[in-house]
């Protein structure tokens, strides 16, 4: 064995730099690329989602409540490791000598926040701090109130009974979508003020929130030591935080997956192509090396060598190109990943090994038994023939070995089921056409000896190995075909949730009688006009289970609610459970979000009690919808038939969409001062960004995808060229003309191309739908434009790889090609 | 032309027998030393049509440095014999005593060592490398045994076969007789005390084929060892000093 290791060292680079060594090493360098640069990148954007999602919420862990929440809560975090912080939020008017603006109190502990980044600049616009609370008798305030209140450096301000002094301006805080359902516009003070304030009395709107942050497992340990909470406070985690960013990761995320499982798979079929070739080939060397006295185990050292040199070069090759990948893509991400990515660990580099040495020895290993037990008599009978059976089991065990290793790997079973239920279809239905064809061909007597006859009487001379031909090129187009569609969906889709006409602008806090001066402003200076949506301030006091007398205020957290009443269902919203209400409907009805009905625990035909201006009604929950909230329109949790909202009191809001460098809303503000606008642009802006990098990134995965794919049709064009190079230079040798030769192979590469297409075609709309349905939540649709191309690039691919396989042959003289062979 | 061939094969017939009459006759010599012994060989496979005896009731001895060849028309079973006598391949009856040892009781790594240390190879279709040197070729039965010296020993081989100037070169790049001849250096490169041939002139032409000829008896002289040659042509194998002849499995 040891002399056998020697051999196979002293001999690599000239093997290596042989065709097959080759394909096997470029299968190798493809999956370990995929599945580092998947891993390297999955890890690093699944810290980085999580680490955003933190500072959304401003902490990785946050207990809310409308009442005091019982200090323990912040000892028990100190007690874990954690770092905590508080807040206290509450609504207020802040006053200063001339004017007043109700405005969004956040009263905050030192630490504050936990997680992101809290930016206050001088109103020079420099940086002075970017964290913490304000000291006592100091407070920060945003743009808005500055103009609004026409505030200067060091003015001072009162909130209650504290006289404040404002030195200040918030730049951005993480945690802005905590508090009050509107905008408010916020103010940050100090904690310890709250009390001289004394603005909070029972019944106040106030929303106090404690925050802990720190590892995983003492966060965990946390939540095992309060145990059951009191059913006013709300536990909210950073996973719990989902946004159209976070979406939009998520999916490319699954997509990358199902990219790297492809590309895995595929690399493994061309791989099993690679290996058959080097093993029929190294069938000879093998028994010659026999015959001169080789042992079974100086063969089998000799073999396993070489494996092992391809196996580290190739994976580290592999390891490069997908660090250089992953950090291609990376940067690509860079404007959208806010937060510094953590540093790659090492598990790619371990995963890249491992899944080279699966590759490789699932493929090779029954090959290795064969080539050390290899007769030497074979050199006297000048047969090398691997026979098919023997391949079958091959092809088992690699399928098997397959599976067991992807699963561990992928960790997702149900994806895996049915992947490997598609190959098992496919691989079936592939071998069933190419029998059917064969018999069909075998059938008809082709008398003459035009080319394209020859070439079909050569699909049927080769019998199995055509079989095998069509499977493979079937399974490659197949995947290959599965990925586009999901790619170009995926992409779609999100580029679909922006629409160029979705709105920027949120107007609010439109009176009845401003309407018709807005309408007209807007049909002058941008010429459409708004449509207007009620706004109802109210709260949710308490819920009725249908048939029980008993009030309920339990999970009710969120009892600030913004309210409207509609006739018809808005466009973005879609009805999951119950009914409509008809507009003649003369009983209060309210529809609920679905999302809140849960949390909140609601069923159809439960009353909920609301108040609103200054009285108490109550409406029966008709209906459950979903809501999309990219759509930028003005969305409620709860709607109220017009029966039961129509005479309450109401402002209006709106949405528009205004061209960026229209300047008509600052116009607007000067005209219409008590309209609050908030510009939605950045955000939009980010999500587009979002959007766009991550479809460049799919690109990029896709892009790995597709060469695998190539690289296995290449590889099953390639793995019977010896013997085609030889019936090529007998035809020659015997007189048929280049015309004839060419047609030949010309018939069958596209015959061969034409079926196994079709085949792909049909399983990619199946196992398209299963993908799209059971893993990206998406819609399916087949895309015949996609389906299309991809059948016809993948025939005229099969078909000149196929006739360039045999070029050299057509254009050298026989006897060369004869004696080379 | 077929007549002639088929004229001179009975001449060369009646030549062999009456001095295998001879051999018979004379009751072998107690220190005559005999580098294989053949007993009572038969082959028997498995065919489609039932068991098939291929080779029957062989039995033949070589005496150290003294050639012999083995002839019998197409199918007649010379190439099983070969490789029955070379370890190749195994008897179904009788036993093979190759260079002492009983080969036929060995297993296949024993009969490895065998023919690693003391037997060499040539075969009518070449078998070199195609993606390795000349020299590299050569170096096969070598590096197998794990010879220290190997390239040099090599280097030596090809000299003798007169093509050192084409060492470097790849299998592909060489003519077919310039294939036989370093299939040959790779044959005697490890010394071996018995030389096997298959047709070894078989895929040459005529010029290259008494090239080959020439060198491999020279070979035989030079390096001492006994050449055990299977061949169709008969020139080549009356230069042997015992002829066999195979028909249907049988000596005749
Ligand atoms: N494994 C086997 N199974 C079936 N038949 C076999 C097998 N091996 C050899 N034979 C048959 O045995 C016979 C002898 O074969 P062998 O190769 O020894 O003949 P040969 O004398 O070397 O012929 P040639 O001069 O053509 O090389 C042939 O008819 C061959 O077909
Ligand atoms: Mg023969």
Known sequence: MIKGFRYGLNKFWSEALSGDLLILSLSIILAVTSISSVSFLGDRLQTSMKLQASSILGADLVLRSASVIDPKYLELGIANNLETAETITFLSMVITDDDNLLTSIKTTSESYPLRGELIVTDFNGSPIQNNGSPPTGHVWIEPKIVETLNIKNSSEISIGNKVLKVDGIIQDFPDRNSSFVGFYPIAIANINDISDMGVIQTGSRVVYRSMFSGSTRNLNNFINDIGEIPADIRLQQAEDVGDELGEALGESVTFFNLASLFTIIISVISAMMAVRRYATRNLLQASLMKVFGASKLFILGHQIMQLLLIILFATLLGLLCGYALQSLIISTLQGILTTDLPAPSFKPLVLGFVTSIFVVFATASPYLKILSQTEPIRILRNDFSINLSNNLTIYLVALVTMFIFLGILFQDIKLLSYILMALIFVTAALYAIGKILIILLGSINFSSGIGWKIGLKNIVNRGNESILQIIIFGLSLLFLIVLAETRTDLIDSWSETLEEDTPNYFLFNIQEYDIANVTSYFLETANFSPSYTPLIRGRLLSAKRAGSDELSSENLMEREANLTWQESLPKSNKISKGEWWNQESTTAEVSIDAEVAESMNLEIGDELFFSAGGSKFSAIVTSFREIEWESFSPNFFFILSPSAGQSLPNSYITSIKISEQSNIMNSFTQRFPTITSVDLGAVIQQIRNTVSSASLAVQYIFLLTLIAGILALVASVFSNRDQRTKETAIMHAIGANRLIIFQSAAAEFFILGILSGLTAIIFAVILSSIIFSQFLDLLYSPNILILGLSFAIGVIFIFISGILSIRKTIYTSPVITLRES | ?252
Do not use: W
């Open chain 2, 1 to 252: 032309m077929v007549f002639l061939f088929n004229d001179k094969l009975s001449e060369a017939f009646t030549v062999m027998k009456t001095e295998s009459k001879i051999a018979e006759n004379t009751p072998r010599h107690p220190l005559k030393d005999l580098i294989l012994e053949v007993k009572n060989i038969t082959k028997e496979v498995n065919s489609p049509e039932g068991l098939l005896t291929i080779v029957k009731d062989i039995n033949l001895s070589v005496e150290r440095g003294k050639p012999i060849s083995l002839v019998g028309p197409s199918g007649s079973g010379k190439t099983t014999l070969l490789a029955i006598m070379a370890g190749l391949d195994l008897p179904t009856r009788g036993s093979v005593n190759l260079l002492g040892s009983n080969i036929t009781s060995m297993n296949e790594d024993q009969r490895a060592q065998i023919r690693a240390q003391d037997v060499g190879f040539v075969f009518q279709s070449f078998h070199l490398m195609p993606r390795l040197s000349a020299l590299d070729n050569v170096m096969l039965p070598l590096e197998i045994a794990g010879d220290p010296d190997a390239i040099e020993k090599s280097q030596i081989a090809l000299d003798q076969v007169g093509l050192s100037a084409r060492s470097k070169n790849f299998a592909t790049q060489l003519s077919g007789g310039e294939k036989q001849r370093v299939a040959i250096a790779r044959a005697i490169v490890n010394k071996p005390k018995i030389l096997f041939a298959d047709e070894p002139t078989g895929n040459l032409d005529q010029k290259s084929s008494n090239a080959v000829t020439d060198l491999l008896f020279s070979i035989n002289e030079l390096i001492n060892t006994t050449l055990v040659l299977v061949t169709h042509d008969l020139l080549l194998a009356e230069k042997c000093e015992d002829l066999y002849e195979l028909s249907d499995g049988s000596l005749l």
